[in-house]
């Protein structure tokens, strides 16, 4: 069975402070992998997703990165962290090329940073 | 650009019927789905529906699908309080299908 795997769950952090979350999927070959912010209160907003190794697209402009290393290893990272960036950060994973199957989105526990 | 709108808050007395609703905009989609999402927690996938229905009931869940006017509910019947969360309608889209757009999201609070 295909397993998704967040860390840290829970992060407190400086304004400035460099940020780096991992995320890793089990059990599939080639998922398509993407994260996603949660801020309080509010709905899910789509920050970069990658169809393959080195490949990422970016949905919103900001001071957050992404990187896909391997396969099945996604990491969002910052180089100097806003207050903005407080939020709770979701990653998940799809099949790659779900045509004619359901297709939904597999998340993960989530990370909790906070920005202070 | 795309958007998925739902009601944000819902309260309901435990034993009672939820319904919570979603309009979306891309009439191409071909699945559109339901999440659940528990404090602190991931979404969950709770139930999706192929466009081509109009109905999909699964135990105490039913989903109803308008495509004519792009609305989408989700029926809980005999409502519990393990059922207070939040819900999120989703459809995927971009050319590919890779992107999904995710509604804010339905606070729904079961009272004893």
């Known amino acids: 069975s295909q397993t998704i795997h967040q860390w840290p769950a829970t992060l407190v952090q400086p304004v400035g402070s460099p940020l780096s979350l991992e995320c890793t999927v089990e059990?599939?070959?080639?998922?398509?992998l993407y994260w996603y912010r949660q801020a309080a209160g509010r709905g899910l907003q789509l920050l970069f997703y990658?169809?393959?190794?080195g490949q990422i697209s970016s949905e919103v402009p900001q001071n957050l990165s992404a990187s896909r290393p391997q396969d099945r290893q996604f990491i969002l990272s910052s180089k100097k962290l806003l207050l903005s960036d407080s939020g709770f950060y979701l990653c998940?994973?799809?099949?790659w090329g779900a045509g004619g199957m359901s297709g939904e989105l597999f998340f993960g526990e989530g990370s909790r940073l906070t920005v202070l | 650009g795309e958007d998925v709108e739902q009601s944000l808050f819902l309260s309901v007395r435990e034993g009672d019927s939820s319904v919570i609703n979603c309009t979306y905009t891309?009439?191409?989609?071909?699945?559109l789905y339901w999440y659940k999402q528990e404090p602190g927690a991931g979404l969950q996938l709770l139930t999706y529906i192929f466009s081509n229905m109009d109905m999909k009931q699964d135990q105490r869940l039913t989903v109803l699908l308008n495509k004519k006017d792009k609305h989408l509910s989700l029926r809980i019947a005999d409502t519990q309080t393990g059922d207070s969360a939040i819900y999120f309608c989703a459809e995927p889209f971009d050319n590919y299908g890779q992107n999904f757009v995710f509604g804010p999201g339905t606070r729904l609070s079961v009272l004893p």
């Open positions: 059990g599939t070959s080639n998922p398509n």
């Open positions: 891309d009439s191409s989609s071909t699945y």
């Open positions: 990658s169809v393959g190794i």
């Open positions: 998940a994973w799809r099949r």
